[in-house]
Structures are given as C-alpha cells and as structure tokens.
C-alpha cells in the first residue's frame, strides 16, 4: 500500500464517513501534492530523515488513508 492508494482509493472513500467525510478532499489534491506536503511539514520538524509511510495500515480504507495526516500531526504539531 502506498500514498498512491490512499489517493485513489482511501480519501475518496471518505465520503462515505460521517465523521471523516471532509478528509475525501485530500484524495482529489493528488499524490505529488500530498507528497510535497508530507515532506515539508516533515522538514518543518527536521523529520524528513525519519518520513514513511507505515507497512501495517490498510491504506484503501478512509480511516487508514485520513492516518497518514493524523500520524504527521501528532509527530509535528503545528499552530
């Protein structure tokens, strides 16, 4: 699973979630945008020797998919 996935087929089913359907959006911005995003916020925290994408989280789904933002933010708090 990759950050491919979670573009393509994890965000868009977001929609579906009560709770995590704002987090669809992230689907339709793309994974080269997601990916700059990732390694600047990662850079930001001088994290970006340790940035990956985690092998045990089911990115097809929102929930996994929606971790790859939530991960990010509770290693690099921000505002």
Known sequence: EDLSTAV???YPSC??????S???IYGSMGTFYLNQYYRS???ECELSDRLALS???DYTT???AYSLITEL???CPRG
């Open 8 to 10: 393509e087929v994890g």
């Open 15 to 20: 929609v579906n979630s009560t709770a995590l």
């Open 22 to 24: 704002s987090g669809a």
């Open 41 to 43: 916020v990662a850079r």
């Open 55 to 57: 092998t045990d989280i």
């Open 62 to 64: 929102c929930v996994g």
């Open 73 to 75: 933010e509770t290693k």
